[in-house]
């Protein structure tokens, strides 16, 4: 049951883009296509999952030999360089396997290092809880922004190229609203649909 | 005489053209979450640019005198966010004991901005586009000055917005942030007209 809460915790009711605001960079970057959407979602969960079960993991191994003082102080770059170890084996993954998708994320691939929703996640749940709850935790949040950016991406790609996952929608006859594949569609989704989020919230309580 | 005029190009895209927050995505959390009011937004603005020249500077000796000589170029992210996560901790320290007033002014600010994506940006974009060609130093000293002018150029102007919202009558739903990123939807836009500068 509890597996169950803190996995589906992720999606909406503390959703990392939409109500946590946290790694807005790479919803925002990234959201221009569906393609690159489930990208990035997908780097950053694999990186969050394997993050979340190795701080966990060191934390046990830290309350068992009685040191948490010590690690205390410098938990946050042994946290940074845990993650940075991670994203530099997914950055390797990606160029080697994907190198169109890679190439078109560009920086964002290594920027996961300083995506906030890892480093949050290793210091609010993964250095506290158990390494089952940690994964469950990990899944939940990487895919609740993986859902954040396609939704993102969804929007802007329908308005912005009239199409999804590149096949077209509406036809020849649409013209495409270019501004929504740019900044300023970019700002303009997120802000809408953070709205709506605040609203559904405010009708539910 | 033709490097000076590159040198100036990089200057004027990255604070204008390609502006770090407002076409490269980059440093949105500070960007949303201390734009509330302008003296913040200024401080908090010139301590990233002060950072993020150096970070410019220091990411390239460690690419080009450590990195390089041994072998481990793989090794750059880890060893970028090591550095920038140190050179803040070093810059807080020497600014405590030299400049006590401005310690206080910049305040929370300067720890903050290790987890601001737009510094390692400057030192990923520095490593992609401008390592290995002519000059190759300064461009990067100077790509990273310019990132961090246009953060600031946006994020007090965005403050001056916020300033005004404050007192506009929004929806309830899109008090706040929402409402912060479709004013900064409309500031991309404004600064989208650059784009045929260059």
Known sequence: ?205 | MFEIGAIFKIFLATVLVNNFILFRFLGLCPYIGVSKNTDSALGMGMAVIFVMTLTAIVTWFIYHYLLVPFHIEYLHIIAFILTIAALVQLVEMIIQKTAPALYEALGIYLPLITTNCAVLGVAMLNKDTLFGQNLSFIKCVVQGFGAGVGFTIAMVLMAGIRERLDIADVPQPLKGVPIAFIAASLLAIAFLGFSGMI
């Open chain 1, 1 to 205: 049951m509890k597996v169950w809460k803190e996995f589906k915790k992720g999606f909406i009711h503390e959703n990392p883009t939409f109500v946590l605001t946290l790694g807005l960079c790479p919803s925002l970057a990234t959201s221009s296509s569906l393609k690159n959407a489930l990208g990035m979602g997908l780097s950053t969960t694999a990186v969050l999952l394997a993050s979340n079960i190795t701080i966990s993991l060191i934390s046990l191994l830290v309350r068992r030999t009685n040191t948490t003082e010590q690690v205390h102080k410098i938990r946050i770059p042994l946290y940074i360089v845990v993650i940075a170890s991670f994203v530099t084996v997914v950055d390797f993954v990606m160029k080697g396997y994907f190198p169109a998708l890679s190439k078109e994320l560009g920086v964002f691939i290594p920027l996961i290092v300083v995506n906030c929703i890892i480093l949050g996640r290793a210091e609010v749940f993964a250095s506290k809880n158990s390494v089952l709850l940690s994964i469950c935790d990990a899944l939940g949040m990487g895919l609740g922004f993986t859902c954040a950016l396609m939704l993102l991406a969804s929007v802007r790609e329908l308005i912005g190229a009239g199409q999804l996952f590149g096949l077209s929608v509406f036809g020849e006859g649409y013209k495409p609203a270019l501004i929504f594949v740019l900044a300023p569609g970019a700002f303009l989704t997120i802000g809408l649909l953070m709205g709506l989020f605040k609203f559904i919230g405010s009708r539910k309580a």
